[in-house]
């Protein structure tokens, strides 16, 4: 049995959270109605800054015409594509890196550098390369993740404990069984938590590509809407935009805890 | 008992820095006798660990030989200061890994691992994590890791110096019974004088950088029983003594 002051402990918890919830929502809901009534008493344009309703109306449409679960496919397709590959394809380079440690010399100052250039200062070339289609999107979200994983995977394979690996020298170990049964499982919740900035880092990608050069897509939406100065559009992109990567990231979330508590 | 079973001769060690070179070691002979337990003592920094490396084969020697007048027993087990278990693996399996790593896990080898862990007091731990185990129980499961590739001589690089002082004494004493049950040469680096008296037969005493042999001692003590019952007799503040003496720790 909980002793007294043990319950009182878990009520004070348990009423902290609520009034957190409680405040959040609040505010979000204070904000939606302010935003609304400085529209209905005309003290904001509507035609720049848009209101709620009609970012509701905007969104209700789309949906009657279907093509809304098209657009939130089209981006949550091309996410998920340049996120698998990006994980994989970084995992792997890591490997290679790690495996030759002359190789990781000469590359290091590359990824530095293209590490820290901003990607979309790419896209130009890259539609040129690869034409205005789905893949230079996909291409460019990859470009993002990839860089990440390379360097973040890289990182938790050098910092794997030297005794662990000293232990399976003794053994005589080969490098690969040293990759296989030290480096790999020591790295597994880095490469796991290492998901969790990919599916953003991707999805920064997907958007800013279909910025580019799209013609569906959430991010299609938002330029679009732009473009026709259609703010009721723009806003509405923005809020899908934020409702779908959000879904995302606890997907991963979820993923990473299964995994890491299998593990 | 007095069959070599390992024999040092001229061992030298040079490392290369940027800066330039430094002799870590310098010329050490030694003969193990089959059956033995022998501590090397020396000061920080000496070289005792690189000596060790050597032996095992993790770095290599500039110049000099080791061998292995009989060549059926020239397999070698190491036991680091860090138990290293790997936290993602069950103990039995952690005990397996040498095993796996040789290519050698046979369903005899599993059992006989099986049956270590048991007789050592590990029964209700064979399928638990290392995070569930106590220091001292992790020692023993680094050495019953160990032993489970069947090696000849067992290297152990300050084995106990990550332990606390009480389990440190406790597991000394497991891992001596082990040991001398499971009849093995050892070699122990260690830096404490007393855990040598209490455990070794003879003690090597090295210099500082570079380290040589400097001096070499029998122990020989009384009513010689198990480590902390060796603590007691009373030739062991007399080694103490002339050890310390010995250990130039000024360098």
Same mark, same amino acid.
């Given at each position: 049995?909980?002793?007294?002051?043990?319950?009182?402990?878990?009520?004070?918890?348990?009423?902290?959270?609520?009034?957190?919830?409680?405040?959040?929502?609040?505010?979000?809901?204070? #904000?939606?109605?302010?935003?609304?009534?400085?529209?209905?008493?005309?003290?904001?344009?509507?035609?720049?800054?848009?209101?709620?309703?009609?970012?509701?109306?905007?969104?209700?449409?789309?949906?009657?015409?279907?093509?809304?679960?098209?657009?939130?496919?089209?981006?949550?397709?091309?996410?998920?594509?340049?996120?698998?590959?990006? @994980?994989?394809?970084?995992?792997?380079?890591?490997?290679?890196?790690?495996?030759?440690?002359?190789?990781?010399?000469?590359?290091?100052?590359?990824?530095?550098?293209? =590490?820290?250039?901003?990607?979309?200062?790419?896209?130009? /070339?890259?539609?040129?390369? $690869?034409?205005?289609?789905?893949?230079?999107?996909?291409?460019?979200?990859?470009? !993002?993740?990839?860089?990440?994983?390379?360097?973040?995977?890289?990182?938790?394979?050098?910092?794997?404990?030297?005794?662990?690996?000293?232990?399976?020298?003794?053994?005589?170990?080969?490098?690969?069984?040293?990759?296989?049964?030290?480096?790999?499982?020591?790295?597994?919740?880095?490469?796991? %938590?290492?998901?969790?900035?990919?599916?953003?880092?991707?999805?920064?990608?997907? /958007?800013?590509?279909?910025?580019?050069?799209?013609?569906?897509?959430?991010?299609?939406?938002?330029?679009?809407?732009?473009?026709? +100065?259609?703010?009721?559009?723009?806003? $509405?992109? !923005?809020?899908?935009?934020?409702?779908?990567?959000?879904?995302?990231?606890?997907?991963?979330?979820?993923?990473?805890?299964?995994?890491?508590?299998?593990? | 008992?007095?069959?070599?079973?390992?024999?040092?001769?001229?061992?030298?060690?040079?490392? +290369?820095?940027?800066?330039?070179?430094?002799?870590?070691?310098?010329?050490?002979?030694?003969?193990?006798?089959?059956? *033995? +337990?022998?501590?090397?003592?020396?000061?920080?920094?000496?070289?005792? %660990? @690189?000596?060790?490396?050597?032996?095992?084969?993790?770095?290599?020697?500039?110049?000099?030989?080791?061998?292995?007048?009989?060549?059926?027993?020239?397999?070698?087990?190491?036991?680091?200061?860090?138990?290293?278990?790997?936290?993602?693996?069950?103990?039995?399996?952690?005990?397996?890994?040498?095993?796996?790593?040789?290519?050698?896990? @046979?369903? *005899?080898?599993? *059992?006989?691992?099986?049956?270590? #862990?048991? #007789?050592?007091?590990?029964?209700?731990?064979?399928?638990?994590?290392?995070?569930?185990?106590?220091?001292?129980?992790?020692?023993?499961?680094?050495?019953?890791?160990?032993? $489970?590739?069947?090696?000849?001589?067992?290297?152990?690089?300050?084995? +106990?110096?990550?332990?606390?002082?009480?389990?440190?004494?406790?597991?000394?004493?497991?891992?001596?019974?082990?040991?001398?049950?499971?009849?093995?040469?050892?070699?122990?680096?260690?830096?404490?004088?007393?855990?040598? !008296?209490?455990?070794?037969?003879?003690?090597?005493?090295?210099?500082?950088?570079?380290?040589?042999?400097?001096?070499?001692?029998?122990?020989?003590?009384?009513? $010689?029983?198990?480590?902390?019952? =060796?603590?007691?007799?009373?030739?062991?503040?007399?080694?103490?003594?002339?050890?310390?003496?010995?250990?130039?720790?000024?360098?």
């Amino acid at each position: 049995m909980d002793s007294l002051d043990y319950k009182k402990y878990k009520k004070k918890l348990l009423i902290n959270k609520i009034l957190v919830i409680f405040t959040q929502i609040t505010l979000l809901i204070l #904000l939606l109605i302010i935003w609304q009534l400085l529209a209905n008493f005309e003290l904001i344009n509507t035609f720049i800054s848009s209101s709620p309703k009609k970012v509701i109306e905007t969104i209700i449409s789309l949906h009657e015409q279907q093509n809304l679960y098209h657009h939130i496919w089209i981006t949550v397709y091309e996410t998920v594509i340049s996120f698998g590959i990006g @994980t994989i394809l970084g995992t792997f380079i890591a490997i290679l890196l790690w495996w030759n440690n002359f190789l990781y010399k000469v590359f290091d100052p590359y990824l530095t550098i293209i =590490n820290s250039l901003p990607k979309v200062a790419l896209g130009p /070339i890259i539609i040129i390369w $690869a034409g205005a289609n789905i893949n230079s999107i996909i291409i460019m979200a990859l470009l !993002i993740s990839v860089i990440v994983t390379i360097i973040t995977v890289y990182n938790g394979f050098v910092s794997t404990d030297q005794n662990k690996i000293n232990l399976l020298k003794s053994f005589k170990a080969t490098k690969f069984q040293i990759l296989r049964y030290v480096i790999l499982p020591s790295s597994y919740s880095t490469i796991i %938590s290492s998901l969790k900035i990919n599916i953003s880092m991707s999805l920064i990608g997907v /958007i800013m590509g279909e910025f580019l050069v799209s013609k569906e897509g959430i991010g299609y939406l938002i330029m679009y809407g732009s473009q026709v +100065f259609n703010l009721n559009l723009v806003i $509405a992109g !923005i809020i899908i935009l934020m409702v779908v990567s959000y879904l995302m990231y606890l997907i991963v979330v979820y993923i990473e805890k299964k995994l890491i508590k299998e593990n | 008992m007095n069959n070599t079973i390992l024999s040092i001769k001229d061992i030298k060690k040079k490392y +290369f820095t940027k800066s330039g070179e430094i002799t870590a070691i310098d010329n050490i002979s030694l003969d193990i006798n089959e059956g *033995e +337990f022998i501590a090397i003592v020396g000061p920080s920094g000496c070289g005792k %660990s @690189t000596l060790l490396s050597i032996l095992s084969g993790l770095i290599d020697k500039s110049s000099g030989e080791i061998i292995y007048p009989n060549q059926k027993k020239k397999k070698l087990g190491y036991m680091l200061q860090q138990d290293c278990l790997f936290p993602w693996l069950n103990i039995l399996d952690n005990c397996l890994i040498g095993l796996k790593i040789e290519k050698n896990l @046979t369903k *005899e080898k599993k *059992e006989r691992v099986i049956k270590l #862990l048991e #007789l050592y007091g590990l029964k209700d731990f064979i399928y638990k994590y290392p995070k569930s185990l106590s220091g001292g129980m992790r020692q023993r499961v680094a050495l019953i890791r160990t032993l $489970a590739t069947e090696p000849d001589i067992l290297l152990l690089d300050e084995a +106990f110096s990550a332990l606390d002082y009480q389990s440190r004494l406790a597991v000394s004493d497991d891992v001596y019974k082990i040991i001398k049950k499971e009849k093995k040469t050892a070699i122990m680096i260690t830096h404490d004088i007393a855990e040598a !008296i209490s455990m070794a037969n003879r003690i090597v005493v090295l210099s500082g950088r570079p380290c040589k042999v400097k001096k070499i001692f029998d122990v020989n003590l009384t009513n $010689a029983s198990t480590p902390i019952e =060796n603590r007691k007799c009373k030739e062991f503040p007399i080694y103490y003594d002339q050890i310390w003496k010995e250990i130039d720790y000024r360098g």
